[in-house]
Structure formats: C-alpha cells, structure tokens
C-alpha cells in the first residue's frame, strides 16, 4: 500500500525466460488445444478496467479453474504488471488454472472513483470473465482469488460479500486489510485517506466502514481463505490478520495462517517461495 511492493525472488527468472518469448495476440483462441496469452483486454468502458488472460493448453469447461489476481497500492496506485512474475511463477505450478490480472479504476483524491469504485470493478471483472466461460472453456465455478495488500482487501471483500452463487471456492489473503474501522483507527495517514475515500469517518459514516470491511462479512459458508502476514509491517499492522483469523475460526471457515517473524509489508526469498508453496498447496487441497 503506502509505497507498496511485493518483490518477487529470483526463482522466478527461469520461467520468465522460458515463458517471456511467447507472443501475445490480442484476443484469446477458440483452440482450447493451445495457450494463449492476451493482455489489456477491456472488461468496462474505463480506460482503467483492463486485465491480462493466461490461458492454458488443452483446457476443458469442466476442469480448467480460473484464478484472478489483483494488485495493491492503497487503492490509490499500482498496476497489474507488479503481479507478472507471480503470474509467471503460479501458470507451471497450477496447469489446469486460466489466471487472469486485472488493473481496476484507482482514486484519484479528493473526488475521483471513490468507494465503491475499486469493488464494483472487481466484481465487473470477475462478471466478464464468468461470461467468456464457453468462449475460454474454462469452470467458472471454480475461481480462486489471490491479492496483495489493498488486492487482498478487495479480493476478501469479493469473496465474503459478493459471492452469492458460491463461485469464489478459495482466497489468498497478503497482508490485506480486514477490519477497514481499525484501520482508520490505528494511523493518522489512514484516518486521512479513508475519510475521503469512504466519505468520512467512523464516526459520520459508520455504515461505510462495515460495508468495506471484509471482516464484518464473514460467514459460515465464506470460502476457505489463506493469510500471509509479515510480523513488522508497518503499512498493514498484522492485527489485521490475526482479527480475521480469529472472525474465521470463530466461524468454522477453512483457513490457515502464516506468520514471518521480521518481515514488512512484502518478502523474497526462501519466504516468498515458502509462500508462494503454502499457498499452492491450500487452493490444490480445498479446490478439486
């Protein structure tokens, strides 16, 4: 969020070489036989509502599952390409998954796509590519989404609030914010930001803060949710994590917790590829 990167290790240099060859075309292929790579597909009229698809070879409507990534920047920066080398990464590990990378429309303060832009452009997003299912031959029944920071919060917030049919069956979880109150609550930045973001505050707008606080809407059927927290964050505190860890148990969701002892807001190394495995390891064991 605030100066927010998720900085990729250098594991990820030997798919990018195997992989940054391949050329993009404009739109994907009814030859479900082969990959295909689009990019800056529109899903709106915005110039800002783009996404990338990665589409593997030899997909199916039934078992090629969809996974979307959203990027962070405290809804107010960022871009998709922060994201490419997980894409990267992810697309060997995960064959049988179609990943698409979505940018959404960024505020612009004092008055420019405010609450609820960024969420309306989520599920707009996750609408289109629910509507391209027999054009892709993918199952958009299964969609895991995975976000970063501020794309964590969207990403939880979709999945908790907007999943009325059950399609979202997992979500990864880096370092989101969750409870959008406490947040205001614990910095005088985000009290700033938020109370133009949201249209006040806490106290003026109380129904907004719920609105946009994943942790208000929480349930017993929420999809099984995975959550990475660096111990000294000092962008996100990581009380915003054990709080949703505690909301889902408390629940009886499917989750799971990481903790890395000294790590701020973003990791690499052996931590990003501990990550990136646990992670792997969640959405194959609790979406089939």
């Known amino acids: 969020m605030k100066n927010y990167r998720v900085y990729l ?17 404009a739109t994907p292929t009814d030859d479900a036989s082969v990959e295909k790579t689009a990019k800056d597909v529109s ?6 509502q783009k996404l990338d698809i990665y589409l593997p070879a030899g997909r199916t409507d039934s078992a090629t599952k969809i996974m979307v990534l959203v990027h962070g920047g405290a809804w107010t920066s960022g871009d998709k390409t922060e994201l490419d080398s997980a894409v990267l990464f992810l697309r060997p590990q995960l064959s049988d998954y179609a ?24 599920n707009s997003a996750i609408d289109y590519i629910i509507s391209k299912g027999a054009e892709y031959h993918i199952n958009t029944n ?7 920071s501020a794309g964590a919060h969207l990403s939880l917030l979709h999945a908790y609030n907007y999943n009325s049919k059950g399609n979202v069956k997992a979500v990864v979880d880096l370092f989101g914010p969750t409870d959008i109150t406490a947040l205001a609550n614990s910095d005088i930045y985000y009290a700033q930001l938020l109370s133009v973001w949201l249209g006040g505050t806490p ?20 999809p099984p949710t995975i959550i990475f927290h660096g111990t000294a964050d000092d962008v996100v505190p990581i009380s915003q994590s054990v ?11 499917i989750n799971d ?8 807001h973003g990791w690499t190394g052996s931590n990003l590829l501990d990550t990136y495995n646990r992670a792997i390891a969640f959405i194959k064991k609790n979406v089939q």
Do not use: M
Not at 43 to 48: E, H, P, R, T
């Open 257 to 264: 917790y990481k903790e890395y002892p000294g790590e701020k």
């Open 203 to 222: 106290a003026t707008a109380p129904a907004n803060y719920v609105a946009a606080s994943p942790i208000q809407h929480v349930t017993a059927q929420s």
């Open 142 to 148: 299964k969609i895991v989404l995975i976000g970063a």
């Open 243 to 253: 709080a949703l860890k505690a909301e889902l148990d408390s629940k009886g969701v």
């Open 43 to 48: 899903y709106g009229d915005n110039s800002a």
């Open 9 to 25: 290790a250098t594991f990820a240099a030997a798919v990018l070489l195997t992989l940054s060859c391949k050329k993009d075309d």
């Open 99 to 122: 990943i698409f990378n979505i940018n959404y429309r960024l505020a612009a303060l004092p008055a420019t796509n405010l609450w609820p832009a960024p969420v309306n452009d989520i």
